[in-house]
């Protein structure tokens, strides 16, 4: 995946056509996560089931990447335990900091298209709001607000 307009296309996509931007019948855990430098707030929602991510889906709005991010961390988690789906969430925030191995990466699937995200500074709140609420609610079991936001990255 070298070429940057495949890139494009894969957030692209994601944005226009986000496959997992719909409100989950029996969630179990639901958090909210927002980025207030730039108004970029979703509602992620989980539904699991013996330590597995059984469905998955995010409500809100924002910009391409935010919501792009969040629809590629969600075909990838779904599925998944728990505990590799705060793995993946690692994985990507060292990915967005330049500190992840080819393998590693390969992991990733799509979401590795934010890999040069990096160089845009302001925007890598954006791209990792998705995975932070993700790992935010997996791992914290009593959250008073019910929210999360980029400052607390």
């Known amino acids: 995946m070298e ?29 909210e996560g927002i980025n207030p430098s730039c108004g970029d707030d979703i509602i992620l929602s989980l539904k699991v089931t013996d330590g597995v991510i059984t469905d998955g889906g995010f409500t809100g709005s924002g910009c391409a990447i935010s919501q792009a991010s969040a629809d590629m961390m969600l075909d ?15 994985v990507f925030m060292r990915m967005i900091r330049g500190e992840v191995s080819d ?8 979401a590795q298209a934010l890999r040069d995200i990096s160089h845009m500074p302001a925007r890598v709140k954006c791209a990792v709001l998705g995975w932070h609420t993700m790992d935010e609610m997996l791992k914290c079991s009593g959250i008073d607000d019910g929210s999360v936001t980029t400052e607390d990255m």
Request: charged fraction near 35%; charge should be negative; hydrophobic fraction near 35%.
């Open 3 to 31: 070429n940057r307009s495949f890139y494009n296309e894969i957030l692209t996509e994601h944005n226009l056509r986000p496959a997992n931007k719909r409100q989950i019948e029996g969630a179990t855990v639901t958090l």
């Open 76 to 90: 990838l988690i779904i599925g998944k335990t728990e505990e590799e789906a705060m793995r993946l969430a690692d």
């Open 103 to 110: 393998d590693e990466l390969d992991e990733l699937e799509e």
